[in-house]
């Protein structure tokens, strides 16, 4: 599929197709918990294939589980029945750790898994585009320093978050190619640590490794979204823009239509109802008046695709879920 035209597609079309960040939620459709479903491909792929055939989504996309990509480098990985897996502790300290910190095989802990999940997915889901999902340099170095220490290292021992951050983006480059043998159309990168630095320190420890990445991998064939859904991203947006990405997806921390003034109008942007207030804990009806409110002040501009603010959590009752949906289908057809 050449993805450049799917997009000036996207970008003509009147009525888009809603693009939630939408697959732990399949755990309720195939009655297992998030434990399994975070460690077995076949459960991924089928899940990502029930969620396509429930809902005409402009395309599909898998896990964002940000633990796997810091597991792979050897992170400790907390794994529960009904959490999404998550990091603890650090495993670079100091410069000399960093200087250390082996780059792992593209196959190292779950990374093959996750990339058979696609390779599968595309055989089941053959009517949209199918993205994988993967972590941002910055958040992946966040995991592997400990989130509040790679803020501070910013400032106290940038050589170190730099150091971390080229073997991060290494990886990333290796394991995004992965996911584009497999036959991913392209992939959703979250970088929301990113969100919390200033623009300054975006530029130097963000945007300089992602544009990295973006050069490496996109093609005609292949995108890359950016996804950020940090406190500061419209003061960074210039920097944001300046990483080349393919699309843009946004959380609900910002006004939507706020961001949507600051970009131009030949890049796609989504976002951004809010995830947790709303789908998981909202109801069907204010699911619908917040997903309209969002769709009213932003379908005026071209580039606009309605989607979650992040990843909706997988206690997401199904009716909200539903009611999204239902919400674009009514705001098109009124």
Same mark, same amino acid.
């Given at each position: 599929?050449?993805?450049?035209?799917?997009?000036?597609?996207?970008?003509?079309?009147?009525?888009?197709?809603?693009?939630?960040?939408?697959?732990?939620?399949?755990?309720?459709?195939?009655?297992?918990?998030?434990?399994?479903?975070?460690?077995?491909?076949?459960?991924?792929?089928?899940?990502?294939?029930?969620?396509?055939?429930?809902?005409?989504?402009?395309?599909?996309?898998?896990?964002?589980?940000?633990?796997?990509?810091?597991?792979?480098?050897?992170?400790?990985?907390?794994?529960?029945?009904?959490?999404?897996?998550?990091?603890?502790?650090? @495993?670079? $300290? #100091?410069?000399?750790?960093?200087?250390?910190?082996?780059? /792992?095989?593209?196959? %190292? +802990? &779950?990374?093959?898994?996750?990339?058979?999940?696609?390779?599968?997915?595309?055989? @089941?889901? $053959? #009517?949209?585009?199918?993205?994988?999902?993967?972590?941002? /340099?910055?958040?992946? %170095? +966040? &995991?592997?320093?400990?989130?509040?220490?790679?803020?501070?290292?910013?400032?106290?021992?940038?050589?170190?978050?730099?150091?971390?951050?080229?073997?991060?983006?290494?990886?990333?480059? %290796?394991?995004?190619?992965?996911?584009?043998?497999?036959?991913?159309?392209?992939?959703?990168?979250?970088?929301?640590?990113?969100?919390?630095?200033?623009?300054?320190?975006?530029?130097?420890?963000?945007?300089?490794?992602?544009?990295?990445?973006?050069?490496?991998?996109?093609?005609?064939?292949?995108?890359?979204?950016?996804?950020?859904?940090?406190?500061?991203?419209?003061?960074?947006?210039?920097?944001?823009?300046?990483?080349?990405?393919?699309?843009?997806?946004?959380?609900?921390?910002?006004?939507?239509?706020?961001?949507?003034?600051?970009?131009?109008?030949?890049?796609?942007?989504?976002?951004?109802?809010?995830?947790?207030?709303?789908?998981?804990?909202?109801?069907?009806?204010?699911?619908?008046?917040?997903?309209?409110?969002?769709?009213?002040?932003?379908?005026?501009?071209?580039?606009?695709?309605?989607?979650?603010?992040?990843?909706?959590?997988?206690?997401?009752?199904?009716?909200?879920?539903?009611?999204?949906?239902?919400?674009?289908?009514?705001?098109?057809?009124?």
């Amino acid at each position: 599929m050449n993805m450049k035209a799917w997009l000036e597609e996207v970008k003509q079309s009147k009525d888009k197709k809603p693009m939630p960040i939408l697959s732990f939620p399949c755990v309720s459709l195939m009655g297992v918990s998030v434990k399994e479903l975070t460690s077995n491909s076949d459960l991924q792929a089928r899940g990502m294939k029930l969620v396509a055939d429930r809902h005409d989504t402009l395309a599909s996309v898998s896990m964002m589980d940000l633990s796997v990509e810091a597991e792979a480098f050897g992170a400790q990985v907390r794994f529960a029945d009904d959490e999404v897996p998550t990091v603890i502790g650090a @495993l670079v $300290t #100091d410069p000399d750790e960093a200087d250390a910190l082996a780059i /792992p095989s593209v196959q %190292a +802990g &779950r990374c093959g898994q996750y990339v058979d999940a696609i390779r599968k997915a595309k055989g @089941l889901i $053959t #009517d949209r585009p199918v993205f994988a999902g993967v972590i941002g /340099p910055f958040s992946l %170095a +966040g &995991r592997l320093m400990d989130v509040s220490e790679a803020m501070v290292n910013c400032y106290v021992e940038p050589d170190m978050v730099h150091t971390t951050l080229e073997k991060a983006t290494e990886f990333l480059i %290796a394991y995004i190619n992965e996911f584009k043998k497999a036959g991913a159309n392209g992939v959703v990168m979250a970088e929301p640590l990113a969100g919390m630095l200033s623009p300054a320190l975006a530029e130097e420890f963000s945007e300089t490794y992602v544009r990295k990445i973006v050069n490496a991998v996109q093609d005609d064939g292949f995108l890359l979204i950016y996804h950020n859904c940090g406190d500061n991203i419209l003061l960074m947006i210039d920097s944001i823009l300046r990483t080349g990405a393919a699309a843009y997806h946004f959380g609900n921390a910002v006004k939507m239509s706020d961001m949507l003034a600051q970009i131009p109008q030949d890049a796609i942007v989504m976002g951004n109802v809010d995830p947790a207030g709303q789908i998981k804990n909202g109801t069907p009806e204010s699911v619908k008046q917040a997903t309209k409110e969002i769709m009213s002040e932003c379908c005026s501009y071209p580039n606009f695709v309605i989607s979650s603010g992040c990843d909706i959590p997988h206690e997401s009752p199904w009716a909200n879920i539903d009611a999204f949906f239902e919400a674009v289908d009514e705001f098109y057809g009124s």
